[in-house]
């Protein structure tokens, strides 16, 4: 549980040769954006040690029903902390793409998917 917010945070992450899809479900916050920033940057390191390469990071809000400011704010660090172009967002609610669009988050999509349940 995020602080007195009712959804708890959820992530679950898919990657494969050199990429990697993070889905969120929840109330996203600033502290908890920070937390997730922190996991991307460990999550690419390893991807780019095991391949060699800048590896690429697209996370799914399409499941977020809450995003303030401190938490855009935690999104645009760890997009400065990875290289180039290897951070993108998707399927954000209005609100969200309003915080985000202007940092250039939210372009591009992904070819992974997560597994059929």
Do not use: C, H, K
């Amino acid at each position: 549980m995020l602080g007195d917010r009712t959804a708890p945070l959820a992530v679950e992450v898919y990657w494969d040769s050199g990429e990697a899809l993070f889905v969120v479900r929840g109330e996203l916050d600033g502290l908890a954006a920070a937390d997730l920033a922190e996991r991307m940057v460990e999550v690419a390191r390893v991807l780019q040690a095991l391949n060699g390469q800048s590896p690429r990071l697209v996370v799914d809000l399409a499941g977020v029903g809450y995003l303030n400011q401190a938490a855009a704010r935690a999104l645009i660090v760890a997009r400065e902390r990875l290289p180039d172009g290897s951070l993108l967002l998707r399927s954000p609610s209005r609100g969200a793409r309003r915080l985000l669009g202007p940092a250039g988050l939210l372009d591009g999509s992904t070819a992974i998917s997560p597994p059929e349940s």
